[in-house]
């Protein structure tokens, strides 16, 4: 089959981008791969396999308001040309283009949602795009059971298959154990409001008065960076590394994974932090933590409990080594349920239906 996925931007180094490439991946393996990028994405951040064929319906940035039409149309003429039999359409907002864009045509259709179903992040255009992916697409795929619940709810008289389907982990598991000995928290993310890096920093100045040999690592890049670093009056304490392709070497070097999220889609960083065993201290925001974590040793506090998440962080920091050890070993059992060979089955018998 001739599958391709509609992205917005792959140059990104977000989450979204890394999963989709990391799905793209999986799948050119089974069928032919495409990746359309509607504004740049010649050059994507993450490593796409070379046999995945790359392309992009405008090289800058664009109104897609004022483009609408045009946007519609070149999706439909790249589909025709290259023959796509399914189309994932990575973000439901972009299924205002997609729907019309594939009337007529004997395509198969799934919206691939990455936000949790109460966030549309300001635009009226995202609940419209949801609108029409759960009444003309063939399947809705959401991150978690929670929002799939969710969607199915809300818009009772939709025509497409609802269903969760986990990401997969950009990681396999590893055969190195993380230690306490590294006095290392690691947190990764973009730099933006909804990632909560200011409760985090807000918590590790109480952190850092009881622990002053311990370290904060943030990994990410984003609108908030400046202000981070100038809000922190502990920074012999706080490591800021812009965006990096591979996290490898900064996940073996941690001793504990956190997560400072207001909300988020699904919580990609947890799954990878397990797969390298590390112990997690995580908010309890409402989509993705509680499910990706249930069953577990690891620890959740109150959403945006400044205190709550220091009190969470102090306590596995003074962790007994066989505690710790404890969970480390959960942690990679558990993890295993996000590998590919997990996930991708069914994202083929989705495609392949």
């Known amino acids: 089959m001739n599958i391709c996925f509609l992205v917005g931007n792959l140059n990104l180094a977000g989450g979204t981008e890394r999963t989709t490439i990391l799905l793209a991946n999986a799948l050119s393996q089974h069928h032919e791969i495409f990746t359309l990028n509607i504004q740049q994405g010649e050059t994507p951040f993450f490593t796409l396999q070379p046999n995945i064929k790359n392309a992009y319906l405008f090289d800058h940035p664009v109104s897609m308001k004022r483009y609408a039409i045009s946007t519609i149309l070149k999706i439909r003429a790249f589909i025709k040309a290259h023959q796509?039999?399914?189309?994932?359409?990575v973000d439901s907002i972009s299924?205002?283009?997609?729907?019309?864009?594939?009337?007529?045509l004997n395509v198969k259709h799934i919206c691939?949602?990455?936000?949790?179903?109460?966030?549309?992040?300001?635009?009226?255009?995202?609940?419209w795009g949801r609108k029409l992916a759960s009444r003309y697409c063939d399947a809705v795929v959401t991150l978690t059971e929670h929002d799939a619940t969710h969607w199915q709810n809300a818009l009772p008289h939709h025509h497409a298959k609802i269903i969760a389907i986990a990401n997969l982990s950009a990681f396999n598991i590893q055969t190195t154990n993380p230690t306490q000995v590294n006095k290392t928290v690691l947190s990764v993310g973009r730099l933006r409001h909804e990632k909560g890096f200011d409760l985090l920093i807000q918590a590790w100045q109480q952190v850092v008065k009881q622990y002053p040999n311990w370290q904060l690592k943030i990994i990410g890049s984003g609108e908030?960076?400046?202000?981070?670093?100038?809000?922190?009056?502990?920074v012999d304490n706080i490591q800021f590394i812009p965006n990096t392709a591979d996290l490898t070497l900064s996940y073996q070097q941690a001793s504990i994974y956190c997560l400072p999220s207001r909300f988020e889609g699904f919580g990609m960083v947890l799954v990878e932090a397990m797969s390298f065993g590390l112990p997690i201290v995580a908010f309890d925001c409402k989509i993705g933590p509680k499910e990706i974590l249930k069953n577990t040793l690891n620890t959740l506090v109150e959403a945006e409990n400044t205190q709550a998440l220091a009190d969470a962080l102090c306590n596995m920091?003074?962790?007994?080594?066989?505690?710790?050890?404890?969970?480390?070993?959960?942690?990679?059992?558990?993890?295993?349920?996000?590998?590919a060979d997990a996930i991708l089955p069914r994202w083929l018998e989705l495609i392949n239906a």
């Not at 796509?84 to 359409?89: E, P, S």
């Not at 299924?95 to 007529?104: I, K, S």
Request: proline residues 2%.
């Open 112 to 127: 691939w949602e990455h936000f949790n179903f109460d966030i549309n992040l300001g635009t009226r255009l995202r609940d």
């Open 224 to 234: 908030q960076a400046d202000q981070l670093k100038q809000s922190t009056t502990v």
């Open 317 to 339: 920091i003074a962790m007994q080594a066989k505690q710790y050890d404890a969970i480390v070993v959960q942690n990679k059992k558990h993890a295993q349920q996000y590998q």
């Open 95 to 104: 299924c205002v283009f997609t729907v019309p864009a594939l009337m007529g």
């Open 84 to 89: 796509i039999d399914c189309l994932i359409v």
